[in-house]
């Protein structure tokens, strides 16, 4: 007879428990997902649940002990489950107290491509009334450093932002210099094509660790298409940049970006083997915005959000694919929504914000001073839609610019938690909010969901990724990588 009882024996035998707060709704066929504010999830079948919620679940259930573990259920009358999930939420939003931490400076409007889906409405190469003046830099340097947050990351765009390098060099020697006594942890990027990248760029950027960011949408000649310029060797320009700067700066100083066109739908594999061969670590799978160039040109219209669907979920699969088969490759959409479902932390992109992002995650300096609560707003802008213009660097305080109606009204109702439907809906963890989105294609900051290629992109997502973790036990270790390195 053994001196030692069997675990069980130690196990309350009373059913008695009491149900923490979470959401629910049907995953597929007969499975539902339930989450908790924390983004803990559970996938139960729908009998499991109605025991769940009926208060009749027995603690021998396979389910029990994952949502006891996952805070969905605590033992009657118990606070410790409360406290911890509490301490799981308040770790999740910490970061909206840094404030601002991404300072993005328009430093040119000017171009030498002529993309079809540009954002940002740029102007011909020559026009240098679309630079912005030393004067504007250094007052926008001053409100950058009056933001509380500890990290500051000053981003450099366009337009081409080589074509104005002799701002970027005077921004980066007097923020290098106010550092010196503010010591905030200071970082430099610079978003370019790589056409212009020359050694004097090489050079610049080698003395004071600047990244550089750029666009690759594919092989060369879906790239090309999608980038059109003079030669037609955007991908040539592209590819040989990207060998430079490695060499010059190191491996890991230039990521690249892609968006997708209607050119590329039918090439997910296509693409992400591109990536894969220019030796990237992963891939954005990104879907076209509604703005600038791509509505002027009715290129947006022409996009089918099914069909964006479709695409991304053949490319996720085939990067699923490639890991399993023991190559290391990530899809970075996914891998910053897997950060919020699998761990207690927050990726910090600004569209999986509730709050949004605009102006807490980021702000924009136009050329001409105007500030913006993000890129998107300033892109509206650009089309005629001043809506989200927060203030001007020469004529604003920064308690004027952080403080106005233009900003705090989009941000007080973009709360997902108390926004119409997305209040009750069981993704609103893992989701955020995009008002200047909804503002463009709606005319409404708070959007109707059911219209919302914001809302049903991301649902879709979501669902995706779940789907995916619950089928196969070697995907779901996949995208746990994935989530603590996002």
């Given at each position: 007879?053994?001196?030692?009882r069997d675990?069980?024996?130690?196990?309350?035998?009373s059913?008695?428990?009491?149900?923490?707060p979470?959401?629910?709704?049907?995953l597929?066929?007969?499975?539902?997902?339930?989450?908790?504010?924390?983004?803990?999830?559970?996938?139960?079948?729908?009998?499991?649940?109605?025991?769940?919620?009926?208060?009749?679940?027995?603690?021998?259930?396979?389910?029990?002990?994952?949502?006891?573990?996952?805070?969905?259920?605590?033992?009657?009358?118990?606070?410790?489950a409360?406290d911890?999930?509490?301490?799981?939420?308040?770790?999740?939003?910490?970061?909206?107290?840094n404030?601002?931490?991404?300072?993005?400076?328009?430093?040119?409007?000017?171009c030498?491509?002529?993309c079809?889906?540009?954002?940002?409405?740029?102007?011909?190469d020559?026009r240098?009334?679309?630079?912005?003046?030393d004067?504007t830099?250094?007052?926008?340097?001053?409100?950058?450093?009056?933001?509380?947050?500890?990290a500051?990351?000053?981003?450099?765009q366009g337009?081409e932002?080589?074509?104005?390098?002799?701002?970027?060099?005077?921004?980066?020697?007097?923020?290098?210099?106010?550092?010196?006594?503010?010591?905030?942890?200071?970082?430099f990027?610079?978003?370019?094509n790589?056409?212009?990248?020359?050694?004097?760029?090489?050079?610049?950027?080698?003395?004071?660790?600047?990244?550089?960011?750029?666009?690759?949408?594919?092989?060369?000649?879906?790239?090309?298409r999608?980038?059109?310029?003079p030669g037609?060797?955007?991908?040539?320009?592209?590819?040989?940049?990207?060998?430079?700067?490695?060499m010059?700066?190191?491996?890991?100083?230039?990521?690249?970006l892609?968006?997708?066109?209607?050119?590329?739908?039918?090439?997910?594999?296509?693409?992400?083997?591109?990536?894969?061969?220019?030796d990237?670590?992963?891939?954005f799978?990104?879907?076209?915005?509604?703005?600038?160039f791509?509505?002027?040109?009715?290129?947006?219209?022409?996009?089918?959000?099914?069909?964006?669907?479709d695409?991304?979920?053949?490319?996720?699969?085939?990067?699923?694919?490639l890991?399993?088969?023991?190559?290391?490759?990530?899809?970075?959409?996914?891998?910053?929504?897997l950060?919020?479902?699998?761990?207690?932390?927050?990726?910090?992109?600004?569209d999986?914000?509730?709050?949004?992002?605009a102006?807490?995650?980021?702000?924009?300096?136009?050329?001409?001073?105007d500030?913006?609560?993000?890129?998107?707003?300033?892109?509206?802008?650009?089309?005629?839609?001043?809506?989200?213009?927060?203030?001007?660097v020469h004529?604003?305080?920064?308690?004027?610019?952080?403080?106005?109606e233009a900003?705090?009204?989009?941000?007080e109702?973009?709360?997902?938690?108390?926004?119409?439907?997305?209040?009750?809906?069981?993704?609103?963890?893992?989701?955020?909010?995009?008002?200047?989105f909804?503002?463009?294609?709606q005319?409404?900051?708070?959007?109707?969901?059911?219209?919302?290629?914001?809302?049903?992109?991301?649902?879709?997502?979501?669902?995706g990724l779940?789907?995916?973790m619950?089928?196969?036990?070697?995907?779901?270790?996949i995208?746990?990588?994935?989530?603590?390195?996002?």
């Amino acid at each position: 007879m053994s001196k030692f009882r069997d675990l069980a024996a130690f196990q309350p035998t009373s059913t008695d428990y009491q149900l923490l707060p979470f959401r629910f709704t049907r995953l597929r066929g007969n499975d539902y997902v339930l989450t908790n504010a924390a983004g803990e999830f559970a996938v139960l079948d729908r009998a499991t649940l109605d025991r769940f919620g009926k208060g009749t679940l027995s603690r021998r259930d396979a389910a029990f002990g994952e949502l006891k573990g996952k805070h969905f259920l605590a033992d009657a009358g118990s606070r410790v489950a409360m406290d911890l999930l509490a301490l799981k939420l308040r770790t999740k939003l910490a970061p909206l107290a840094n404030f601002t931490g991404l300072h993005i400076f328009v430093t040119t409007l000017r171009c030498d491509h002529s993309c079809p889906y540009c954002q940002v409405s740029r102007a011909n190469d020559d026009r240098r009334e679309f630079d912005m003046t030393d004067a504007t830099a250094m007052k926008a340097i001053d409100l950058a450093f009056r933001s509380p947050s500890p990290a500051l990351k000053f981003e450099f765009q366009g337009g081409e932002s080589l074509l104005n390098l002799p701002l970027i060099r005077m921004i980066v020697a007097e923020a290098l210099r106010r550092n010196q006594t503010e010591q905030r942890d200071l970082q430099f990027v610079i978003a370019t094509n790589l056409a212009l990248l020359d050694d004097e760029a090489l050079a610049f950027a080698g003395e004071h660790d600047i990244l550089l960011s750029t666009s690759l949408d594919g092989p060369a000649d879906l790239h090309n298409r999608n980038r059109p310029r003079p030669g037609n060797d955007s991908y040539e320009r592209t590819i040989s940049g990207i060998a430079r700067a490695r060499m010059h700066l190191g491996k890991d100083s230039v990521g690249a970006l892609m968006t997708t066109t209607m050119a590329s739908l039918s090439r997910a594999r296509d693409i992400v083997d591109e990536y894969v061969a220019q030796d990237f670590g992963g891939i954005f799978l990104r879907p076209l915005s509604p703005y600038g160039f791509a509505i002027k040109t009715k290129f947006y219209q022409a996009y089918d959000q099914s069909k964006w669907l479709d695409f991304y979920f053949e490319g996720l699969d085939y990067i699923i694919e490639l890991n399993l088969g023991g190559f290391a490759f990530q899809e970075f959409y996914a891998a910053m929504i897997l950060r919020k479902m699998l761990t207690p932390f927050q990726p910090g992109y600004v569209d999986l914000i509730s709050p949004s992002g605009a102006g807490i995650g980021a702000v924009v300096y136009n050329y001409d001073g105007d500030v913006y609560a993000s890129d998107e707003s300033r892109m509206l802008a650009e089309m005629g839609d001043k809506s989200f213009r927060i203030g001007n660097v020469h004529a604003d305080s920064y308690e004027e610019i952080f403080t106005s109606e233009a900003l705090l009204g989009p941000l007080e109702a973009s709360f997902a938690a108390s926004a119409p439907m997305c209040s009750w809906c069981a993704f609103e963890p893992y989701c955020g909010a995009d008002p200047v989105f909804h503002h463009a294609t709606q005319g409404d900051v708070v959007g109707k969901k059911p219209l919302s290629a914001f809302c049903n992109r991301n649902m879709a997502i979501f669902r995706g990724l779940i789907e995916r973790m619950t089928d196969n036990p070697k995907v779901r270790e996949i995208f746990e990588r994935w989530a603590y390195s996002a």
